[in-house]
T-cell receptor, first 113, second 110 residues
Framework: GENVEQHPSTLSVQEGDSAVIKCTYS??????FPWYKQELGKRPQLIID?????GEKKDQRIAVTLNKTAKHFSLHITETQPEDSAVYFC????????????FGSGTQLTVLP | ETGVTQTPRHLVMGMTNKKSLKCEQH?????MYWYKQSAKKPLELMFV???????ENNSVPSRFSPECPNSSHLFLHLHTLQPEDSALYLC?????????FGQGTRLTVV
């Protein structure tokens, strides 16, 4: 089955700096890669996703890049703010949807004021 | 704010108890899921239901028994659990790409 590795497990940045979280996946058939954000005590929520026919996608301060050949994808957050502090999960799916999502182990991002 | 509601929010149970977790979604989705979230581990998919039919069972021990009476409700029946089953159990639903999660049930097995 699919295996998703996520790094780093913890990341601290100064407010205003950029943060990058990286994931690799094992199944070349995976074609959908969402990122979820989970604030302390709250539910995970989708923040951005990318399909395998696209190399990069941006939404304001967040962007995701995908390298199908290398089987890795990354989340980039620019101009970080304290409210960006949360656990971020990457995931991969071969069904192009929320079905059978395989999640990474999460990255605890702390933005220091 | 939420379309996916889980009850109870917290549960403490002994290893010989039987309890059930409940999930309800008001989003009109046709797929529902149970996930287990343990500290410093990936979200683990346990069960998937599509149109009330179970389509995935990711090698979950039989002490966890799901039930999906209709597309809006999902239960997880628990019996003879172990302390290592203590975790946050998240329900989710989807219609397409995005999974909508509930707040979770924090389960402690003593």
């Amino acid at each position: 089955g699919e295996n998703v590795e996520q790094h780093p497990s913890t990341l601290s940045v100064q407010e205003g700096d950029s943060a990058v979280i990286k994931c690799t996946y094992s199944d070349s058939a995976s074609n959908y890669f969402p990122w979820y954000k989970q604030e302390l005590g709250k539910r995970p929520q989708l923040i951005i996703d990318i399909r395998s026919n696209v190399g990069e996608k941006k939404d304001q301060r967040i962007a995701v890049t995908l390298n199908k050949t290398a089987k890795h994808f990354s989340l980039h957050i620019t101009e970080t703010q304290p409210e960006d502090s949360a656990v971020y999960f990457c995931a991969a799916s071969i069904k192009g949807s929320a079905r059978q999502l395989t999640f990474g182990s999460g990255t605890q991002l702390t933005v220091l004021p | 704010e939420t379309g996916v509601t889980q009850t109870p929010r917290h549960l403490v149970m002994g290893m010989t108890n039987k309890k059930s977790l409940k999930c309800e979604q008001h989003l009109g989705h046709n797929a529902m899921y149970w996930y287990k979230q343990s500290a410093k581990k990936p979200l683990e998919l346990m069960f998937v239901y599509n149109f009330k039919e179970q389509t995935e069972n990711n090698s979950v021990p039989s002490r966890f028994s799901p039930e999906c009476p209709n597309s809006s409700h999902l239960f997880l029946h628990l019996h003879t659990l172990q302390p290592e089953d203590s975790a946050l159990y998240l329900c989710a639903s989807s219609q397409g790409r995005e999974a909508f999660f509930g707040q979770g049930t924090r389960l402690t097995v003593v």
